[in-house]
């Protein structure tokens, strides 16, 4: 079984503190290539990820003390995926609208990746209680994302801000393509809802498009976009969103729903 660190692990003094960590500290590339073969454990399926590293609380750790154990309710799972998180704003701001559900971060960046797992624990030594909700992997997740996650696991996919791939022959690394899509599909429940954001109008464009033309996916009505909770934080809670605001900046954004098939 390979396993993952997860935000439980690592980062002692600032879990003991609650001091959050400095992102300067933890400054990366803005962009990674998502084709190319980076080295970090990947669970080989869903069923070998070891979720106790990432939500303690929820997966205390194996006590095997040779005595029979009461029977347990089923545990939970994780429902929210965010895809290229980033410094985990948007974790950190849905971790208390959704306290009882699982959500974790994807991010193929190591620094970047090391921040987020440090912000988390320092969040939780300073709020005890809170956050435990959330954590984060690194991974490739164009790559790996059935690994991860079960058919119809999850309820909720986050692409806020992906690399555009300006360049025509760079757009197969694009987070969302047609192809990508069946995998999403794959893992989300119907009635899951996929929110993109970007302040690339040409990006915007090919995201919409691309979920238009997918038959598992439809634009969620307005009226539900406007009461939706989450759709505010799209555009206020994470690093990217506030600079783009500090500068004036447009963006546009795409949120569609998982439906089924008649043969589903």
Not at 16 to 35: E, I, Q, T, V
Not at 82 to 105: A, E, H, K, N, R
Not at 113 to 141: F, M, W
Request: aromatic letters at 10%.
């Amino acid at each position: 079984m390979t396993r993952t660190n997860g935000a439980s692990g690592g980062g002692g003094g600032q879990q003991a503190s609650g001091k959050l960590p400095r992102k300067r500290f933890y400054r990366a590339r803005a962009h990674s290539n998502p084709l190319s073969d980076s080295h970090f454990p990947v669970p080989v399926s869903p069923d070998e990820f070891d979720l106790s590293q990432h939500y303690p609380r929820y997966f205390p750790a194996d006590k095997s003390g040779g005595e029979e154990e009461p029977p347990r309710s089923p545990l939970p799972r994780i429902r929210f995926a965010d895809v290229g998180c980033g410094f985990g704003g948007l974790l950190v701001g849905l971790s208390p609208l959704f306290p009882d559900t699982l959500m974790i971060g994807m991010e193929l960046r190591d620094k970047v990746t090391e921040y987020v797992k440090e912000r988390i624990l320092a969040l939780r030594a300073s709020n005890p209680g809170q956050y435990d909700n959330i954590s984060v992997v690194r991974t490739n997740s164009m790559k790996y994302i059935p690994n991860y996650f079960r058919k119809a696991q999850l309820t909720k996919m986050f692409f806020l801000f992906p690399d555009p791939h300006f360049k025509e022959k760079n757009h197969r690394r694009r987070v969302i393509s047609m192809q990508l899509l069946d995998e999403y599909a794959y893992v989300m429940e119907v009635g899951g809802i996929i929110y993109t954001i970007t302040d690339v109008e040409e990006l915007g464009d090919w995201m919409r498009s691309c979920l238009e033309k997918h038959p598992l996916f439809e634009a969620v009505p307005d009226e539900v976009v406007k009461a939706d909770p989450v759709v505010k934080l799209l555009s206020t809670a994470t690093e990217e969103s506030q600079k783009v605001a500090r500068n004036g900046g447009q963006t546009f954004h795409a949120i569609f729903r998982r439906i089924s098939l008649p043969e589903e």
